[in-house]
Nanobody
């Protein structure tokens, strides 16, 4: 049974940085893509950054492009979300989720329904506030 485990959330001031981790032991990287989602209070869950775990190609949505970077460490079976220049509107619970054959990263980030993600982590809170 695959389990995704996020870590790295916390409280940070505007303009600060955080790096989230998503440990995915047992997930066959050649067959999956990972999306980082976030959900703010009262809002829908939205994908912000995605990565094809096989070839490492990435995509980030416009609201975080240039500030968030998604990467993977295949040896450690871990995916990272490096977040820079954080803004109060980035405050949310962040989740990682795995989609089988999630190879087209723009589509995975913008068109996939939540049901297409087989595995989800428990979420980690990110709060951006002074």
């Amino acid at each position: 049974q695959v389990q995704l485990v996020e870590s790295g959330g916390g409280l940070v001031q505007p303009g600060g940085s955080l790096r989230l981790s998503c440990a995915a032991p047992g997930l066959p990287f050649a067959d999956y893509g990972i999306a980082w989602f976030r959900q703010a209070p009262g809002k829908d869950r939205e994908a912000v950054s995605c990565i094809n775990l096989d070839d490492g190609s990435t995509y980030s949505v416009d609201s975080v492009e240039g500030r968030f970077t998604v990467s993977r460490d295949t040896a450690k079976q871990t995916v990272f979300l490096q977040m820079r220049n954080l803004k109060p509107e980035d405050t949310a619970v962040y989740y990682c989720a795995a989609a089988y054959r999630g190879f087209d990263v723009p589509n995975m980030c913008t068109l996939y329904s939540l049901l297409e993600f087989s595995y989800w982590g428990q979420g980690t809170q990110v709060t951006v506030s002074s």
